[in-house]
């Protein structure tokens, strides 16, 4: 958005003065980064590996050197393998679950394949097998991947730009590409453009609300992309992921993909077999969800709005009232005190102990937003704290880094230090006292509001990435106090915003759950957050954020939701309706419908909108409401098998249909709960039918309209009371007799 609109719109919606306020902190934001600015890279003439001067084995893998670079290869498992080329700095192993692997046979030979006409990544180098996997390095540093005899990729080696680098890989025409996080894009994410080529972002920013089709980056990157090939076996479909925290990005032409971080080593983890498989082997790697608590599975209700204790009682009143049930109710930022991290309004919510423990008594759990952002304010323990004891995020001279969000000027909590991690863990202890039963981390990609640029904090703000080590020796070391100990400022430049950016949410999410774990043992925690990164679904759900509210949002969420949980997120949902729009009661009912069927089901709209409970549009769509409410309910059994399996192999719990029907042809307005449910949205304004296709096999309709037939495309009549819903023959024994 260009400056002038980008304030002319906040002055319509937060008014001048704070627009004004918003102004002077961007202006401060660009002092900082005047003040700091880092002398400009000399130019460096990009570099690649050379030639291959040798191979060495080592245990479970090999050791290359080239001449300008190093190559390490390890397999993790025969079907799991690490690549790492220097020179780069190491990443530090924020997402990374399993440090411990068995050994892998591996066995190296020379190789000299016949030279196939236009190839020439194959030339005289070596292939590394784990009988499974097979690599071939090439001469030059190029590499191809097999599965038994089944090229699957062919990559160029990486090249350097000072830091930054590049790596190239063959792309088939056929290739399907689905991963990279949260994108509001097509389920195959070359789609919109096969002939030329689409670029995504790895920057997890705040898109400022009402984000549709097409807009990137959203607000959580993660840095993997599975390739799946129709015209292959069904377990020859591979992943790759990029363990680099580093902002960049990665486009996918007719013919290559191209892979792009500011810095950090090249490594990568590639890893081959179904889908399902595939995911299976990364979870293994970064982490599987854990278990939810029960009450997470069911209906949420959440606005920004319920500004008290009143509208809360009165909202769970309408539920009542109406006969729909409810589960947990969301607080938005309107009970904190000013917008102070940990607080509570005594106003507005006067005691929030009693409203928790009254609304427990009917099956209701409180959950409340945590902004990262803590208030600039001398009289605020935790601000005081966080300056004392050095947490927050710095400018390159030691300074506390500031930034505007709803509080008004904030510092960051430095999440990339431990010592911040378990300071900021601590403090969910006072809502749990009040409590408080599940948390929502918003704003943590962290986003601050700015007249014009990235709406983040200021590009030089530096991280102490567990205090990797003084990389900024030219700096002027500070004193700051630390619990009594001198502490020289250069120990917080492990990072810089380029490198921590993406995973602020992840490190936030981390402090969270382990604060939650230590303070209560026995309890699970919950956390659903809006950004994250690679092995985010440790930690916390998701939600896709501002979506638009529209028919072609509704229709985005869906596949927004399919790639993040192919990106081993199995816990997404989005706000019914959409966030800040209102929403027709037949877009209203058909999202609801949708929702009911997603892992995260939760109604939400912003402040200012109308409201949207679930009975503001009368009959028939209150009935409607309820039905699907008390459908999701029948499913609890069902859905907690899921998240059994989530947690054992890592699987989402929706999923496209290619999951379980890798012979199918691309579906993406679709979906499977588990293996059992095929769900059919409505996404179309009046529809009075859509087009269902039903993968082999014989599919019962769950209304008990009939059995079809699989492997067809049939046009199923719909009405407002329903979407088509379908049971596989042969399934689903969790769901039998309950329908
Ligand atoms: O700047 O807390 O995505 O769900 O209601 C907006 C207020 C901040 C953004 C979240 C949205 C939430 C809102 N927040």
């Not at 602020?504 to 774990?517: D, E, F, H, K, T």
């Amino acid at each position: 958005m260009n400056p002038l609109k980008q304030i002319l719109t906040s002055v319509q919606f937060i008014g001048l003065p704070a627009t004004l306020r918003i102004v002077q902190a961007t202006l401060l934001r660009d002092w900082y980064e005047r003040r700091f600015r880092e002398p400009a890279a000399p130019e460096i003439a990009p570099k690649s590996p050379g030639e291959l001067l040798g191979v060495e084995a080592a245990p479970s893998g090999a050791r290359c050197k080239f001449t300008n670079a190093e190559l390490e290869i390890l397999f993790l498992t025969p079907h799991l393998v690490r690549l790492s080329w220097e020179p780069g700095q190491l990443p530090l192993p924020y997402a990374i679950a399993k440090t411990e692997w068995l050994p892998v046979d591996v066995t190296i030979s020379s190789s000299r394949r016949p030279r196939r006409r236009g190839r020439r990544l194959e030339q005289n180098g070596f292939t590394l097998t784990s009988g499974e996997v097979s690599l071939t390095v090439g001469a030059d540093g190029g590499i191809t991947y097999h599965a038994g005899d089944v090229e699957l990729r062919a990559e160029h080696p990486p090249r350097w730009e000072g830091e930054a680098w590049t790596q190239h890989s063959r792309l088939d025409a056929e290739e399907r590409i689905h991963g990279l996080g949260e994108r509001a894009a097509t389920l195959n994410l070359r789609a919109s453009a096969p002939e030329s080529s689409v670029t995504y972002q790895m920057r997890n920013t705040d898109p400022g609300g009402h984000y549709s089709t097409g807009d990137d980056p959203l607000y959580l990157n993660i840095p993997l992309y599975i390739s799946r090939n129709p015209r292959r076996s069904a377990n020859s479909s591979y992943l790759i992921f990029y363990e680099n925290t580093h902002q960049g990005e990665i486009s996918f032409g007719a013919e290559e993909s191209a892979v792009h971080f500011k810095g950090g080593m090249p490594r990568y983890y590639f890893t081959a077999g179904t889908v399902a498989e595939v995911v299976e082997n990364y979870t293994e790697l970064t982490g599987r969800a854990p278990l939810p608590p029960r009450w997470a599975l069911g209906y949420h209700q959440c606005r920004w709005g319920y500004k008290t204790a009143q509208d809360i009682r009165e909202v769970v009143a309408g539920f009542k009232e109406h006969n729909l049930p409810l589960d947990a109710i969301h607080l938005d930022i309107d009970y904190m005190d000013g917008y102070r991290v940990f607080t509570v309004d005594e106003e507005r919510f006067p005691d929030l102990a009693a409203l928790t423990a009254e609304l427990k008594e009917d099956g209701i759990r409180t959950v409340a937003i945590l902004d990262p952002g803590v208030k600039v304010d001398p009289n605020y323990s935790l601000y005081q704290e966080g300056v004392k004891r050095g947490l927050f995020c710095t400018t390159p001279a030691g300074k506390p880094v500031r930034a505007t969000v709803w509080p008004g000027e904030c510092c960051f909590p430095d999440f990339t230090n431990p010592k911040t991690r378990a300071w900021w863990g601590e403090q969910y202890s006072k809502l749990l006292d009040l409590g408080v039963d599940g948390f929502w981390h918003d704003m943590n990609e962290p986003a601050a509001f700015v007249g014009w640029g990235p709406p983040s904090v200021p590009s030089i703000t530096r991280y102490s990435m567990e205090n990797r080590g003084a990389l900024h020796s030219h700096l002027d070391a500070l004193h700051l106090e630390d619990d009594g100990e001198t502490q020289t400022a250069t120990q917080f430049y492990g990072g810089n915003h380029i490198e921590a950016n993406n995973i602020y949410g992840l490190m936030m999410n981390q402090a969270g759950y382990n604060g939650l774990r230590q303070l209560d043992p026995d309890r699970r925690p919950w956390i659903v957050s809006r950004a994250g990164w690679a092995g985010m679904q440790r930690y916390a759900w998701n939600w896709t954020g501002d979506v638009g509210t529209s028919w072609t949002t509704l229709r985005q969420t869906l596949i927004t939701m399919l790639n993040i949980g192919l990106s081993g997120i199995p816990y997404t949902g989005s706000d019914i309706g959409g966030f800040g729009g209102h929403p027709s009661a037949e877009l209203f009912t058909r999202w609801f419908q949708m929702a009911a069927f997603t892992p995260f089901f939760r109604g939400h709209s912003a402040t200012g909108t109308p409201r949207r409970e679930p009975w503001v549009y009368g009959e028939p769509y209150t009935s409607i409401v309820r039905d699907f409410l008390n459908l999701r309910r029948r499913l609890m059994p069902y859905l907690y098998t899921l998240a059994q399996e989530a947690a054992q192999t890592g699987a989402p719990l929706m999923r496209p249909l290619f999951w379980d029907f890798p012979e199918m042809a691309d579906v993406d307005d679709q979906f499977m709960l588990g293996d059992s449910l095929l769900v059919a949205p409505v996404l179309r304004e009046g529809a009075e039918s859509r087009r269902v296709t039903l993968p082999p096999g014989e599919w019962h309709s769950w209304w008990g309209e009939g059995v079809w037939e699989g492997e067809s495309e049939v046009e199923v009549t719909v009405t407002i009371e329903r979407i088509p819903l379908f049971v596989q023959e042969g399934r689903g024994s969790e769901l039998r007799g309950r329908r």
